[in-house]
């Protein structure tokens, strides 16, 4: 996973309960993307961002869904008010000089 | 935007034999193509690479093509091994700065001992 750590590892809510999911690249890096990977189905883009910066949302759900990148610390992917249909495996992955994309173990969300 | 296409999504090979994985992509900006691995529970793992200056790369028992005229590439495995059961993903990337992939929908390879 080229050191992209990424917790909890596996987490359950409730269906209205609220998901972080937390995210750090390799160390010294500075940029992530969050992948959403929905059961049997491939990876999506949903965010990518940058310190203090959000550079393209364009995968991102209009509601609910927000990521941040502060200068200390992980980046957050946070899901308000969960539904069933949000249960999936989130990736990180941390791009690397050539421009390939080395993806963390993800987080899995159960919502009941 | 682009769209990427795979195929089979299941591929069940006898061990030693020889596995292709094929990808159609739509947009003729894309210009990097990398297959991932991914194993039960895991995240995807990089295991190869080509870029659209490259028509074939091979690393030990991987090789990947690129038709950039048809718009295709495909991933060969030869010498199938147990471990490589898995499920692949194809992925294209245009050249826009940034390193956003669009993804296939994955093939599932069996090999069976």
């Known amino acids: 996973n080229a050191g992209v750590m990424q917790n909890p590892r596996h987490l359950v809510r409730r269906r209205g309960q609220e998901a972080r999911l937390r995210c750090s690249p390799m160390k010294g890096h500075s940029h992530v993307y969050w992948y959403r990977q929905l059961p049997e189905e491939g990876l999506k883009f949903m965010v990518y961002?940058?310190?203090?910066?959000?550079?393209?949302e364009s995968g991102m759900p209009k509601e609910r869904f927000s990521a941040e990148f502060p200068k200390e610390g992980p980046s957050i992917l946070r899901i308000q008010q969960v539904v069933r249909g949000d249960s999936a495996a989130y990736f990180c992955?941390?791009?690397?000089?050539?421009?390939?994309?080395?993806f963390g173990e993800g987080s899995r969300l159960t919502v009941l | 935007g682009e769209n990427v296409e795979q195929h089979p999504s299941t591929l069940s090979v006898q061990e030693g034999d020889s596995a292709v994985i094929k990808c159609t992509y739509s947009?003729?900006?894309?210009?990097?193509f990398p297959w991932y691995k991914q194993e039960l529970g895991k995240g995807p793992q990089l295991i190869i690479d080509i870029r659209s200056n490259v028509g074939e790369k091979k690393d030990q028992r991987i090789a990947v093509t690129l038709n950039k005229t048809a718009k295709h590439f495909s991933l060969h495995i030869t010498e199938t091994q147990p471990e490589d059961s898995a499920v692949y993903f194809c992925a294209a990337r245009m050249n826009t700065g940034f390193q956003k992939l669009v993804f296939g929908t994955g093939t599932r390879l069996l090999v069976s001992p």
């Open positions: 961002l940058q310190k203090e910066n959000i550079i393209d």
């Open positions: 947009d003729s900006a894309s210009n990097y």
């Open positions: 992955a941390s791009p690397q000089g050539a421009g390939e994309l080395f």
